[in-house]
């Protein structure tokens, strides 16, 4: 499912990184932070650098399967 809810990533990308259950990702990586600055969702995406790129919505996958919510 393709989320812009801040809220909904935060816990998406928790359960990422420490349950393993969730993936979070958009076309070109994984999700490892984010956050909205100025009204923009911002995110942090694996091996591209530590910066921060302006996003729409991500991706949220739960253990293989969409979340349904």
Do not use: E, H
């Amino acid at each position: 499912m393709q989320s812009a809810n801040l809220r909904q990533i935060k816990t998406a990308i928790r359960d990422q990184a420490f349950t393993g259950r969730a993936r979070v990702s958009r076309a070109i990586g994984v999700v490892v932070a984010v956050r909205r600055r100025k009204g923009q969702l911002l995110a942090m995406i694996r091996g591209w650098g530590g910066r921060w790129y302006p996003v729409d919505s991500v991706y949220i996958a739960y253990a293989g399967r969409t979340l349904l919510s």
